[in-house]
């Protein structure tokens, strides 16, 4: 299948900061890549989608001047977490797919803030 | 509106057994249907899917599943399960014939046990 990368797969970063995760469909055009996040034991949440070229579409709840996203090329995106507090820390997962029906993941980021 | 039950949060078994996970889904359209399985901090991988067609789909690692459209399942099966195979498993629909997001269940975690 389809090759998703997704660095990096763990970051520990101060409170105040921002981090940035990047997603990558290394052998085909993500032509939408979506951003989940998963609390410990559940299920995957949908952050955003987004569609390159277009601003991301944002779930209810989820603050866009908190995640980021860009999605400048057919090949990349990117969230940026701002300003990351505590409970920021989670596991973020992206996903990509193109002109085929299923979606192809990356291998998550665990972000930790202390 | 669509969306996916999972009807076990945790499934034990011993190895060598056969194991079925349960998935039931609602929704006012065709959908494709997707098994993804998530081994600890890693991303999902796809086992399988039903687009269309035969209603019974093998994927990998020995799995199956059979789609039944009266019933509004998915359930997945495997005749002999091996320890390699705990982790969560996922099951989600996603409306058929469209770029539309696919909806997680709340995942089922497959414990087996030597």
């Known amino acids: 299948g389809a090759v998703v990368s997704q660095h990096p797969s763990r970051v520990i970063c101060k409170s105040g900061t921002s981090v940035k995760i990047e997603c990558r469909s290394l052998?085909?055009?993500?032509?939408?890549m979506f951003w989940y996040r998963q609390f410990p034991k559940q299920s995957l949440m949908l952050m955003a989608t987004?569609?390159?070229?277009?601003?991301?579409?944002?779930e209810q709840g989820v603050e866009k001047d908190k995640f980021l996203i860009n999605h400048a090329s057919l090949t990349l995106s990117t969230l940026t977490v701002t300003s990351a507090h505590p409970e920021d820390s989670s596991f973020y997962i992206c996903?990509?797919?193109?002109?085929?029906?299923?979606?192809?993941f990356g291998q998550g980021t665990r972000l930790t803030v202390v | 509106a669509q969306s996916v039950t999972q009807l076990d949060s945790q499934v034990p078994v011993f190895e060598e057994a056969p194991v079925e996970l349960r998935c039931n889904y609602s929704s006012s359209v065709s959908v494709y249907l997707f098994w993804y399985v998530q081994y600890p901090n890693q991303g999902l991988q796809l086992l399988l899917k039903?687009?269309?067609?035969?209603?019974l789909v093998k994927g990998i690692n020995g799995f199956e599943a059979e789609f039944n459209k009266s019933q509004t399942s998915f359930h997945l099966r495997k005749p002999s399960v091996h320890i390699s195979d705990t982790a969560e498993y996922f099951c989600?629909?996603?409306?058929?014939?469209?770029?539309?997001?696919?909806?997680f269940g709340k995942g089922t975690k497959l414990s087996v046990k030597p």
């Open positions: 052998d085909f055009q993500a032509t939408t």
């Open positions: 989600a629909p996603t409306p058929g014939g469209s770029q539309g997001n696919l909806i």
């Open positions: 039903y687009l269309s067609g035969s209603t």
């Open positions: 987004s569609n390159e070229g277009s601003k991301a579409t944002y």
């Open positions: 996903s990509a797919r193109g002109r085929i029906t299923e979606a192809f």
